[in-house]
Structure formats: structure tokens, C-alpha cells
């Protein structure tokens, strides 16, 4: 197996008592010393939960066709983005299927970065590459030189102003602003994956522990990846690897709001438009217990007695109980009683909305 990669956070993470894990080809922390239920608490209730995401990558794309090549390589609609603004959005191949869910940062119509999953990096990469051969643009990997920090919850603000020369209440939600922290030039974003207030920084490599131990010195709390995977899971929000994959297209994951089918050509268009007249064979739905039980991954869901589908992502949630997402066929899509297969028992389950619990980002 070769050689997990470290993020320049990794002495900090192990001197702070954080378990490390293999992750994506990293070695993160899964959790501190406190344990993931109370750094889900911390972030839930108000704190400021800082969690180091290096492992996911960034891309810079620049040139004259920067615009138009985006519009064809990604779903969403490049020409309703301005700029210093963020979307969500999709790489597809040809199939319709799923290469990469990312956020794309307008900086001007010649220049874009995009942020992408840790383990799709070198795939997304060589794409992206391949397809900007046809077009007068530069795609340039950033990863290795880019540290990325999530600041999530209620005192996020607070504990990052002091880093920044740039008022962060003027940064509304899913805008960034290109701006000085700890004196060096870097990108905050009023993003986030776990449903509450706050920002996502990315600075150099060589500033990255600096600015971790002043956020910590500020009043924020070390957060590993069980506590994120809670928060995502509550919010609803897709994983890829769990809700979405090449193996599915946007009309099955729910995700054709971020796929513009009128805004032209792009890759993947004619097989979504031709599933989705087809009507998708499985549909995301999600999933509340009224019985007792935590619902996990690939555990099998039934309506009336049969099998139709298995679940995604599954939870015990502090503030919902046993919640999940799952893949169902379309007739049972819209059942109202459903179960879950617990080690070996039904447990009785209904289908709910989301998210699990309220959101508080800022709109």
C-alpha cells in the first residue's frame, strides 16, 4: 500500500489527541479527545468547529475560453455565476453518470477555481485536462500547494475576523472574497457542509499551522471527519461514494437543480435528458425510523414486505433519532410506510424531508 500523504495540520491533529485514519489517501482525524458526539454538539450548539479539509482539491482554470469550457465540462449554468460568487455543480461523463461533485468561484469570466473530492482528484484532473485541449485554457492543480480549513457554527465569525482584513459580514452566503489572512493572500467562503454559519478558508501551505493555532487561540474546537459526517448527514447532502457515483445520473440523486438542461451543450446532457424521459429505475429518498434502531449504509429498506433499495448514509442524529438516505425503486418512492433491516429485524421507518433538522446557514 503506498504511503499515506499528511496535511501540514497532521503534529498539530496528533498532538491535540485526534485519532488518525486513512482517508482518501490522507491520514486525518476521525476524531479528538472529547469523541465525535461532543464536537457535533459544539458545532450544532454554537461553537466554532475547525476542521481541516486539505485532502480535498483545488483547481484553477484560466484563459479566454475559460467560461464557455466550464459550461461544457460542468452541469450548472456558468452565465447565472457572478463574480466573486459560488455554485454547486457536477462533472458528468458521457453515460450522464457522476465523475465529481464540486463548487465552482467565479473570480472574473477568464478565471474560476474549483474545489473537488480528495479521492477523485487525479481522475477530475486528467478530465478536465483532456477536455481543454478543444479550448484556449489552462487547468492548473493547486492541491499540493493549498491548505484548506472549514470553520463551521454559530462563533465562526468571530474567531476568524481578527485573521482577516476584510469585513466577513459583507461575505454573504456562497460568495467568497479574495483577501489577506494572517497577512497572506488567500480565499474565504461563506460555504460549508454542515448546516450552519460559517466560512471555508484557503490559504499556503506555509501559513496553515499559524493560522489553525490562532483559530484555536480565537475559541474554536477541533472537529474530526465522524462529527462531519454527522452534521452532512442531518443536512442531507450528498457524498460522493454514498448518494452519488458513476453509477447514477443527477435525475436519481435529486441533483437536476444543479443541472441546467437549457443552457446548451455540456457533457452528459443527452443521457440525462434521455433518463430522465426514460423515468430514473431508482430514486434518493429520505428516511426517518419510528422504531428503534441505527440506520446504516447498505442496510435494506422494504415497502410492504419487499425489498426495494439499500441505504446511502445512515444515522443515529442527537437532535432526529435514526435517519438516512437511501435508494428506492420509483413506485415505492413516495410510500409513506417503510423498514429498515436491523441485524435481522424490520425496523419500522417513514419517508420525511429534508433536512433532518433545521438549517442555520445564513441566507
Not at 441505527?294 to 419487499?306: L, M, N, S, W
Amino acid at each position: 500500500m503506498s504511503e499515506l500523504a499528511k496535511t501540514p495540520m497532521f503534529d498539530e491533529h496528533v498532538s491535540l489527541g485526534g485519532k488518525m485514519v486513512p482517508f482518501a489517501g490522507f491520514e486525518m482525524p476521525v476524531q479528538y479527545k472529547n469523541g465525535a458526539l461532543k464536537e457535533y454538539t459544539f458545532v450544532r450548539e454554537g461553537g466554532a468547529g475547525i476542521f481541516d479539509i486539505t485532502h480535498m482539491g483545488q483547481v484553477r482554470v484560466s484563459g479566454s475560453d475559460a467560461r464557455p469550457f466550464l459550461q461544457y465540462v460542468t452541469t450548472n449554468d456558468l452565465a447565472k455565476l457572478a463574480c466573486g460568487q459560488v455554485h454547486y455543480s457536477a462533472l458528468l461523463n458521457d453515460s450522464g453518470t457522476f465523475i465529481d461533485d464540486i463548487t465552482t468561484y467565479k473570480i472574473s469570466d477568464s478565471e474560476y477555481y474549483l474545489c473537488i473530492n480528495a479521492a477523485n482528484r487525479f481522475k477530475d484532473v486528467a478530465h478536465l485536462q483532456n477536455e481543454a485541449k478543444s479550448f484556449d485554457v489552462n487547468v492548473s492543480d493547486e492541491s499540493d500547494d493549498t491548505t484548506l480549513l472549514a470553520l463551521q457554527g454559530g462563533a465562526a465569525q468571530t474567531a476568524l475576523q481578527p485573521l482577516v482584513d476584510t469585513d466577513l459580514e459583507k461575505i454573504g452566503y456562497y460568495k467568497f472574497a479574495q483577501v489577506k489572512v494572517a497577512g497572506t493572500n488567500g480565499i474565504v467562503s461563506r460555504t460549508g457542509y454542515t448546516g450552519e454559519d460559517g466560512f471555508e478558508i484557503y490559504i499556503p501551505n506555509a501559513i496553515a499551522v499559524a493560522v489553525w493555532k490562532q483559530l484555536l487561540a480565537n475559541g474554536a474546537e477541533p472537529i474530526g471527519l465522524a462529527a462531519r459526517d454527522m452534521l452532512r448527514t442531518e443536512m442531507g447532502y450528498a457524498l460522493y461514494g454514498h448518494e452519488i457515483s458513476d453509477s447514477v445520473t443527477p435525475v436519481e440523486a435529486k441533483l437536476m437543480w444543479i443541472t441546467k438542461l437549457d443552457k446548451g451543450d455540456f457533457i452528459g446532457k443527452a443521457a440525462v435528458e434521455m433518463r430522465r424521459a426514460e423515468g430514473p429505475e431508482q430514486r434518493l429518498i429520505a428516511i426517518k425510523l419510528t422504531g428503534r434502531g441505527i440506520p446504516r449504509e447498505h442496510y435494506k429498506v422494504f415497502a410492504d414486505g419487499v425489498e426495494t433499495g439499500k441505504i446511502t448514509s445512515g444515522m443515529f442524529s442527537p437532535m432526529a433519532g435514526g435517519v438516512a438516505l437511501a435508494y428506492v425503486k420509483p413506485e415505492h418512492a413516495d410510500a409513506g410506510a417503510l423498514s429498515v433491516e436491523i441485524r435481522g429485524k424490520a425496523v419500522p421507518a417513514e419517508r420525511t424531508t429534508l433536512p433532518f433538522v433545521r438549517s442555520n446557514v445564513r441566507r
